[in-house]
């Protein structure tokens, strides 16, 4: 039989609003955290690709709920396969580095495994085939990295140089950017 939230996240469609209304349940009940993180990362689950949806929205809210579960997060990011799923995924990495590097009191605390976890998938994601936005979140998160890394900044300098004429607009002008804030 399936749980409250499985019920809930079959209901749930690509329009924001629906999103919203769904992450505002989990805000809601936060008794539901834990599953909902589960789902994300239960490819086999029809669902898994709404509950990464749910998770980017109440990230934004509550990024701090993600803290006792950043073990099971960062060490799962490589199984997800689905661009449904890794685009909300590859946001909230983003959000989670720019967390533990602002060092406030509410700010998320990374190991560096988790750390080189993020690391390692938003190259992959870099380097693969995927959809724009989650190569600019990608970009976004390695540039704000490699403040830290000595060796990510050339790195992604490297490949934004080589793969620029390959790509869209959108891809383009996140790269140029990036690289205009890396070679100063």
């Known amino acids: 039989m399936a749980s409250a939230l499985q019920t809930k996240l079959d209901y749930v469609n690509a329009y924001r609003e629906n999103r919203l209304k769904c992450a505002q349940e989990i805000l809601d009940n936060p008794y539901l955290f834990a599953e909902l993180i589960s789902i994300c990362f239960s490819p086999d689950d029809a669902n898994h690709h709404k509950a990464c949806w749910i ?35 590859a946001k909230v990495i983003q959000l989670l580095v720019k967390s533990h590097y602002r060092k406030d009191e509410n700010g998320i605390s990374l190991s560096e495994e988790n750390l080189q976890n993020c690391i390692e998938v938003s190259f992959d994601w870099l380097i693969n085939d995927v959809k724009v936005a989650t190569k600019a979140y990608s970009i976004r998160t390695l540039y704000l990295l490699g403040n830290h890394y000595d060796w990510i900044h050339p790195e992604l300098q490297l490949i934004l140089n080589k793969d620029f004429g390959n790509h869209s607009a959108a891809y383009k002008a996140v790269a140029k950017e990036v690289l205009k804030k890396i070679e100063k």
Do not use: G, T
């Not at 109440?58 to 990011?77: G, K, T």
């Open 55 to 89: 998770l980017e929205f109440v990230a934004y809210e509550e990024l701090i709920w993600l803290q006792p579960h950043l073990d099971f997060f960062c060490s799962n990011l490589k199984i997800l396969k689905d661009e449904s799923a890794i685009r909300p995924i």
